[in-house]
């Protein structure tokens, strides 16, 4: 779906500087016997530029925008985006429809999604096929992940005396557990100086955690953070050293930071 997702954004800048006619189309008296009849939109219907006819929306990855949006209305889940994904087109441009939000959704049929749109147009082809339709599911009974290290610790030199944070970012379906290790001892056990907290988040089905350091010579190490639920866990390691300032003859005004041999 990703690449899906990708393919029709690289698609964007080669619409956009193709020519057309339409922008030359006016609205005459509205004939009604001229509008479609048998429309099956993958989204909802609404009025023409014209206020006529009823026409579908338009979804991802179809023209948008023109002048009095002659190329057509998004659907509402969706802008009419440019060059940029988060871009929306100027009054009289032509886009092509995206999704407005870009966060995983799970499907009823135990699916996870790379946004709502790409459930939404994967129930519209169930249907078509006389199948039920998708919904979104919010509970942690379906979609069930193993959890994915989103935002990783980082290598850093922390310098002494100082208060310093490491922080990591997972997800998964159930919510992960988060777990600090310092060179396979878990943390803060003994430590008086670290402490550990963590929030649900930022993403619906994320946690985020963070280690605290009141930085002392022996800190310094490999940090691992792992998350863990029901169906597996992943993590990632960084590697701390730990910097201190030499004083010069000349006073603590000539100071450099040089990292603590381990």
Known sequence: MFFLHAFVLALVGLSLAQNTDDNSRECGPCDESACPSDLSCRAEAVLDRCSCCTVCAKVLGERCG???????????????AGKSVYEVVKDGK?????????????????????????????????????????????TDKLCVTVPMI??????????????????????????PDIIWTKDGEELPGNHINIATRKRNGPTKFGMTSWVLINVSPDDGGSYTCTAVNSQGKADSTADILIAQREITQEGDGDTNQVPIEL
């Open 94 to 138: 032509i886009g092509q429809c995206v999704c407005k939000k870009l966060e995983r959704v799970c499907g009823t049929d135990g699916v996870v999604y790379d946004n709502k749109c790409e459930l939404e147009m994967s129930s519209y082809e169930r249907v078509q096929k006389g199948q039920p339709a998708i919904e979104v599911d919010d």
């Open 150 to 175: 989103s935002v990783p610790p980082k290598d850093s030199t922390l310098q002494l005396d100082s208060q310093s944070e490491l922080s990591c970012e997972a997800y998964g379906r159930p919510i």
């Open 66 to 80: 023109g002048q009095e949006y002659v190329d057509g209305r998004c659907a509402e889940d969706y802008i009419c």
